[in-house]
């Protein structure tokens, strides 16, 4: 392992701090759908925003060097007019500091889904404006912590959120809507972009990236027919984020299948050029799983999403294109219906990196469950086991010359899951919801700081052959 290699944990912003409306953070259009709907909400969360030096603390006796966490839009900005909140500045650069006074460095995401509700009135990320609010926003963080931090991320997960908030329609704004789904997915993207640019011309120390929610397509054989379904998955799950961010070119043969169908003459000449120029300078990869796929079989183009985690699998059909399976005999799954799959990891860390030859960290990876946090200890031997198993996917593919330089493990603490909740779990500390938001580190907070401790010797390893 390199001397500088990140051993992390992560968190985002409205998943963590609570806070909703304190200190004039205006309103998300997450705080928004989730009143609204009656849902439950990260209104106190893990109430992060009161207790971040308690849990970074504990971040730094878990001999973590490095945080990665999302700053809050609406928390910055308070309006359409671009006016700073200065409370909101300042919350952030003492949450800087701490870290860094506990010898954390700060991996920073700009945004991690939580737009200011004012933006989604004006249109969200259909509305091409707020791709440049969103270039200002960035560059008043580039200039009020860019002193501070090496590690910044333009986006989370462009595909996750985009595809759920337009496609799915499991996620704030609700639409089912391909059209909207390629107008919102292509405007991050070009988002992206200026961020990068904006990173750029301010001229501060560092790296900037992009992450992304990998998911590696495998094939249910090696057929002419399997390998045509796996080009649309991947193009659909990964080429464009990822060849957009790394190469600067949105996948052709993607863009030409849409344009048969769909309306894309809000793509101009100029925006194109401003992704060729600004490509990222590292990828970040949250892993949960792979992407099994075998070829169109039959039925309308549709969606499935387990937010229960009380059985009900997840089920993908893209008409004409492919199919997802998530009920493999043979593989173990989750009650999210997740299946648990390091290989993939391994597999895809390979693939990516010889496509696109960036650095790679890998930003997210964890296993969501329910846990009984009463106990002193949760003796969670299932996480330890899963974390132990991608971590060695990682070093394997490391040993084989990919350029991993870092691991952060979702989550650092118990926090609010997207539509799944409170209970649905996946910290290294214990966050009782129930006896006032108490931290108790769970085993694997005590086994992931051995693993640090030794460099990563601890990790039992196993090799594959795929
Ligand atoms: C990633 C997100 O998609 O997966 C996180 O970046 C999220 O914000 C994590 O919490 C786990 O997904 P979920 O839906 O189980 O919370």
């Not at 249910?220 to 961010?245: F, H």
């Not at 099994?292 to 937010?307: H, I, M, R």
Request: net charge negative; proline share 3%.
């Amino acid at each position: 392992m390199r001397e500088d290699f990140l051993w992390g944990s992560a968190t985002a912003s409205y998943q963590c701090e609570g806070a909703w409306n304190e200190d004039d953070k205006v309103e998300s259009m997450w705080d928004r759908y989730l009143h609204d709907n009656h849902l439950e909400n990260g209104d106190v969360a893990s109430d992060h925003y009161h207790r971040y030096r308690e849990d970074i603390k504990m971040m730094a006796e878990g001999k973590q060097n490095a945080y990665r966490f999302s700053l809050s839009w609406p928390r910055i900005i308070k309006d359409k007019e671009g006016t700073v909140n200065e409370k909101g500045i300042a919350f952030y650069r003492e949450l800087i500091r701490t870290c860094l006074d506990h010898k954390i460095a700060p991996f920073v995401t700009l945004y991690h889904w939580d737009l200011p509700q004012y933006l989604e009135e004006e249109g969200g990320w259909l509305n091409v404006e707020t791709c440049y609010a969103y270039e200002r926003y960035a560059k008043v963080c580039f200039e009020a912590f860019g002193d501070l931090v090496d590690h910044w991320v333009t986006f989370n997960e462009p595909k996750w959120f985009t595809a759920s908030g337009y496609l799915i329609g499991n996620y704030p704004p609700g639409h089912q809507n391909v059209q909207e789904f390629i107008t919102a997915a292509y405007h991050v993207m070009y988002a992206s972009a200026l961020g990068v640019r904006a990173f750029r011309a301010s001229g501060r120390k560092g790296t900037i990236g992009i992450v992304h929610s990998f998911g590696p397509v495998n094939g249910v054989d090696d057929s002419l027919k399997t390998r045509i379904a796996m080009r649309y998955a991947d193009n659909y799950a990964n080429n464009w984020v990822l060849d957009t961010a790394a190469t600067g070119e949105i996948p052709f043969d993607l863009l030409c299948v849409l344009s048969q169908k769909y309306d894309l003459s809000f793509i101009r000449e100029d925006q194109l050029e401003t992704i060729r120029e600004n490509t990222v300078d590292f990828l970040g990869l949250n892993y949960y799983s792979h992407t099994l796929v075998k070829p169109y079989t039959e039925g309308e183009t549709s969606f499935v999403v387990n937010n229960t985690g009380k059985g009900g699998s997840n089920s993908l059909i893209i008409k004409g294109w492919f199919e997802q399976i998530f009920d493999n005999p043979d593989a173990i799954y989750t009650e999210w219906g997740t299946q648990i799959y390091p290989q993939g990891l391994y597999k895809g860390l390979k693939e990516v990196y010889e496509k696109y030859h960036l650095p790679v960290y890998i930003t997210e990876n964890g296993i969501g469950v329910r846990e009984d946090v009463s106990a002193e200890k949760v003796e969670d031997d299932y996480r330890i086991s899963f974390m132990n198993d991608h971590l060695n996917a990682i070093m394997n593919a490391m040993d084989e010359g990919v350029d991993v330089r870092g691991y952060f493990a979702w989550s650092t603490f118990d926090l609010y899951s997207w539509k799944n909740g409170v209970e649905k779990r996946y910290g290294l500390v214990a966050v009782d919801f129930d006896d006032d938001l108490k931290r108790k580190p769970k085993k694997s907070y005590d086994w992931y700081r051995d693993v640090i401790d030794s460099k990563g010797e601890k990790i039992r390893r196993k090799k594959w052959d795929l």
